[in-house]
């Protein structure tokens, strides 16, 4: 799938809205937008470039997953050094796996629809978090 594929199928998901800042797609539950669920990258900024997501066609998704899929995706060896440029591959976010955030550059195979059903995850965590600040 490609990067609008993505955002397409993002955006069927109940409630969801996108906020799109300095080129960047941050997918949301509902109306508080302090905290997205995905979010999509396609190109470097100043203060990130660890992907390097300047090459033709190479977009970053970051999934916002609990802890025990954080755990089985990303389990390692911790000091192992992690190459964020790598095509298809899940890894820690660069700068947000403290806050449970896995990421992948052009999931593709099988992991077009492992990707999905994470998304699918967070998007269900983001609505739970949602029901709990308004009350509901």
């Known amino acids: 799938m490609k990067q609008a594929d ?4 993002i955006m069927e998901l109940p409630k969801v809205q996108r906020e799109v800042n300095f080129g960047q797609s ?10 997205p669920f ?3 990258v396609d190109s470097d900024s ?3 470039q660890v992907s390097n997501l300047n090459r033709e ?3 970053r998704l970051s999934i ?9 995706l990303v389990a390692g060896k911790p000091d192992e050094p992690i190459d964020y440029s790598r095509l298809n591959v899940f890894l820690p976010h660069p700068h ?5 955030f896995v990421c992948i550059l052009n999931p593709a195979g ?27």
């Open 6 to 9: 993505f955002e397409a199928w």
């Open 26 to 35: 941050f997918f949301f539950v509902g109306d508080d937008h302090r905290l």
């Open 38 to 40: 995905v979010t999509i």
């Open 46 to 48: 100043e203060y990130d």
């Open 57 to 59: 066609g190479v977009f």
């Open 64 to 72: 916002g997953v609990g802890k025990q899929t954080f755990q089985k």
């Open 96 to 100: 947000y796996a403290r806050q449970g």
């Open 110 to 136: 099988e992991n077009v629809e492992i990707t999905k059903q994470l998304i699918m995850e967070a998007h269900s965590l983001a609505e739970k978090r949602l029901q709990r600040k308004s009350g509901g």
